[in-house]
């Protein structure tokens, strides 16, 4: 079946560490691919995507990721995360012309 | 520009009542998705409109259905409702369905 993988559920990092958020979809075609982030108490919002170029996107606060076509992942990654980093991180593909379908997120949490 | 606005916020329903729930886009989106989130679940598509023609529709049962107006307003109704469908219901608006989505805030239902 299609779908969209997140590989973690929860992972706990210390300040200054770094994050790799591993996603993994199914489908086969033209696929946008997208992160959002949920903050605690907040509304989802975009971090980044793709559409087509350079495979591998830079997004808000830090993030990039990078589109692997050969492996259907797009994995989310941050140098250095920072305590305000907490938060629900979302993956999500959209097929041309096809509705959006969004993993089942991943929950960073950031010690200080 | 205004975001995307849901109303209302909060529901308490009974079992057995049915409920609508709204959603304005943002001005000039013709797309409008929307979607179920549960902490055990993540975030599942409930259905898309585009231009007042639902071109998709998740795995939901028929109890769940929805419409979109001339104005790409949006409503959604959920008949007969079960405790299971305690959720926070968002809403999503896109220019197109290819296109970042701008979420709201959520309507939050509680089902007693």
Same mark, same amino acid.
């Given at each position: 079946?299609?779908? #969209?993988?997140?590989?973690?559920?929860?992972? @706990?990092?210390?300040? &200054? &560490?770094?994050? /790799?958020?591993? =996603?993994?979809?199914?489908?086969?075609?033209? #696929?946008?691919?997208?992160?959002?982030?949920?903050?605690?108490?907040?509304?989802?919002?975009?971090?980044?995507?793709?559409?087509?170029?350079?495979?591998? #996107?830079?997004? @808000?606060?830090?993030?990039? &990721? /990078?589109? @692997?076509?050969?492996?259907?992942?797009?994995?989310?990654?941050?140098?250095? #995360?920072?305590?305000?980093?907490? &938060?629900?991180?979302? =993956?999500?593909?959209?097929?041309?012309?096809?509705?959006?379908?969004?993993?089942?997120g991943t929950r960073l949490t950031v010690k200080p | 520009k205004a975001g995307v606005t849901q109303t209302p916020r909060y529901l308490i329903k009974t079992r057995g009542q049915q409920v609508t729930l709204s959603c304005s886009p943002i001005s000039g989106h013709r797309s409008v998705s929307w979607y179920q989130q549960t902490p055990g679940q993540g975030l599942q598509f409930l259905f898309e409109y585009f231009s007042e023609t639902q071109r998709n529709k998740g795995n939901f049962p028929g109890r769940f259905s929805g419409r979109q107006f001339s104005n790409s307003r949006s409503e959604m109704n959920v008949s007969t409702l079960e405790l299971g469908d305690s959720a926070l219901y968002l809403c999503a608006s896109s220019r197109d369905p290819s296109d970042i989505q701008y979420f709201g805030a959520g309507t939050r239902l509680s089902v007693l």
């Open positions: 079946a299609q779908s #969209v993988s997140q590989h973690n559920h929860h992972v @706990i990092l210390s300040e &200054a &560490a770094s994050l /790799e958020l591993g =996603c993994n979809y199914s489908y086969g075609g033209t #696929v946008n691919l997208f992160w959002y982030v949920q903050y605690p108490g907040q509304h989802l919002q975009l971090l980044l995507k793709y559409f087509s170029g350079d495979p591998l #996107v830079k997004g @808000i606060k830090g993030f990039e &990721a /990078e589109f @692997i076509k050969s492996k259907f992942s797009f994995n989310l990654r941050k140098p250095s #995360v920072q305590w305000s980093d907490t &938060a629900e991180y979302f =993956c999500a593909v959209n097929v041309y012309n096809n509705d959006m379908r969004f993993g089942a | -």
